[in-house]
């Protein structure tokens, strides 16, 4: 794993509430890491990353400090051009929302991938499957839900 995707995916964790495994665990993290570096100029994205490390290191000394350092140095639309919330959209919807959207609402977001759909958190966060795709199989009604974590 190079150090920018580990950045990427402990920055995505603090953002979307999901630990860096259940990340991980959909696959998606080195596309989703290419589409921010496709959609983001170059100098947003290392300042953005810079940022994002000294926020991460001040908070292995006291994590108390990490959601509000996020809340005002990444989360602003204007910081970074609204990188922090299309990153937050991405993981779980599996779209892409473009900067000037995220501000004007003037695009739409686009897919990244079906299987970036497929993967998206809202249905981990929504305990549930995506429509059409994770189907629990055939009988599962007849079991009892799963403890969710």
């Known amino acids: 794993m190079t150090p920018q995707l580990s950045l990427f995916l402990r920055i995505s964790s603090c953002l979307t509430g999901f630990e860096v495994t259940e990340l991980e665990a959909t696959g998606m993290a080195e596309k989703y890491l290419s589409v ?33 350092l996020i809340a005002s140095n990444l989360f602003p639309l204007s910081c970074f051009g609204g990188l922090a919330q299309n990153i937050v959209f991405m993981w779980y919807s599996g779209q892409w929302q473009p900067a000037v959207a995220a501000a004007k609402s003037l695009q739409t977001a686009r897919n990244i991938s079906p299987g970036a759909y497929i993967q998206g958190l809202v249905w981990m966060a929504a305990d549930t499957h995506p429509p059409g795709a994770k189907q629990p199989g055939y009988g599962s009604w007849a079991m009892p839900p799963l403890p969710t974590r």
């Not at 170059?42 to 290191?57: G, H, N, P, R």
Request: hydrophobic share 35%.
């Open 36 to 68: 921010v570096a496709q959609e983001t100029p170059a100098d947003t994205l290392a300042q953005f990353f810079k940022e994002s490390e000294a926020i991460l290191q001040a908070g292995e000394e006291n994590p108390d400090e990490i959601d509000p």
